[in-house]
Structure formats: C-alpha cells, structure tokens
C-alpha cells in the first residue's frame, strides 16, 4: 500500500452478505466520475460481493452479473457513471501491471473499485477510499473505510451520515 495517511476513517462490521451489499450499494449511489474505490482483504472476505453492491448503486442494470473479473482483469459495466471492476489477483509483476494501461481507468471518467488493490503499491492513486474487509466469523465481517483525499473524505462523510441517521430514526 502507500505510506500516506487516511483522512478519515470509519469501522463497521456487518452481520450477513446481504448487510455488507447494502452497505455498499449505499456508497456506490454517492459514488461519481473518477472515485477509485481500492478493496483489500483475504480470499471470501466479500471484495466481489463489495463490488457488486456498488454496481447496484451506480445503476448498473440487475441483468449484468457481477463476477469476479480474475481472469479477465478488467470488466467495465454501464451505469449512472461506467463502473470498472477491477481484479489483480493474478497480476504477479510489476511489468504485467504496466501493460495494462491502468493510468487511463485510474484516472478517467468511470467510477473504479480494484480487488487485491495492495498490489498497486505506490500506483495507487492518492485520492482513493479504501475499504479494508476482515472475517470476524463466518457471516461476519469487520469494514473499515479509510479516505485518502478530499474527494473520498466527502464521500465517506456522506455515507456516515447516512447510517447516523438510520440509526437515530430506528
Ligand atoms: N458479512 C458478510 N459480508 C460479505 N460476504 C459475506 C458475509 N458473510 C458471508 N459472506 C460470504 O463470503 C463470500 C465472499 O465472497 P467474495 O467472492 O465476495 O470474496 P472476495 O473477497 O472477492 O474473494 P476473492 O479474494 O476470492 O476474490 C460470499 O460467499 C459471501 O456470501
Ligand atoms: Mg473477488
């Protein structure tokens, strides 16, 4: 990963798949052109369940299923804003990694969430919400949310708020 520090952080844990997908599809709905969402954690720890959920919030229709893209790398669905889904497991070098011309999609017009982003190391890009998933059981998982710019600070505050007010309200 890189060695910058997060603005903003926020831990939850979520009880069930179905918690951790509308978790998700809550931030994807905030999410807008050129958000990098980076995915770290273990094999089954909920990374592609993750990224369905933000495609579900970025309006990629119910009939494009989200798998992960481990073979393919890349996948891009249409949406309110494109969404690149992103899988580096098998990248295993840094030269396969430049030949995949990631600048372009880091960078672009699309919103992006890339499992196994600790493989990026310092090419991931500063501004970028991180979400770290840990099992804390076997339905359970713990989700931080780590904000590394201003862009993903404000969509985390947003996110927050939202669930502070679900909670006051139930
Ligand atoms: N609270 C939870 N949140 C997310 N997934 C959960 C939860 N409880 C159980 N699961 C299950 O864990 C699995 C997560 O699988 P998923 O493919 O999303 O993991 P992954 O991190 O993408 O793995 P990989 O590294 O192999 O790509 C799913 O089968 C899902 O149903
Ligand atoms: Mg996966």
């Not at 990098?36 to 970025?58: C, I, N």
Request: charged share 25%; net charge negative.
């Amino acid at each position: 990963m890189r060695d910058d520090k997060p603005l903003c952080t926020w831990e939850r844990s979520t009880k069930s798949p179905e918690q951790t997908q509308s978790l998700a599809e809550q931030l994807g709905r905030l999410l807008q052109p050129g958000d990098v969402v980076a995915l770290v954690g273990e094999l089954g720890s909920g990374k592609t369940l993750f990224s369905q959920g933000l495609a579900r919030g970025l309006g990629v229709p119910k009939n494009f299923y989200i798998t992960s893209p481990t073979f393919a790398i890349i996948n891009e669905y249409p949406g309110r804003v494109p969404f690149y889904h992103l899988d580096l497991y098998r990248v295993s070098n840094r030269a396969e990694l430049s030949e995949l011309g990631l600048e372009e999609i880091l960078y672009g017009l699309g919103a992006v969430a890339i499992e196994w982003a600790e493989r990026l190391g310092q090419d991931l890009p500063v501004e970028r919400l991180e979400v770290h998933l840990k099992f804390l059981g076997e339905e359970e998982r713990d989700i931080t949310f780590l904000a590394f710019g201003d862009k993903s600070a404000k969509r985390l505050t947003t996110l927050m708020g939202f669930y502070k007010e679900v909670m006051e309200k139930s």
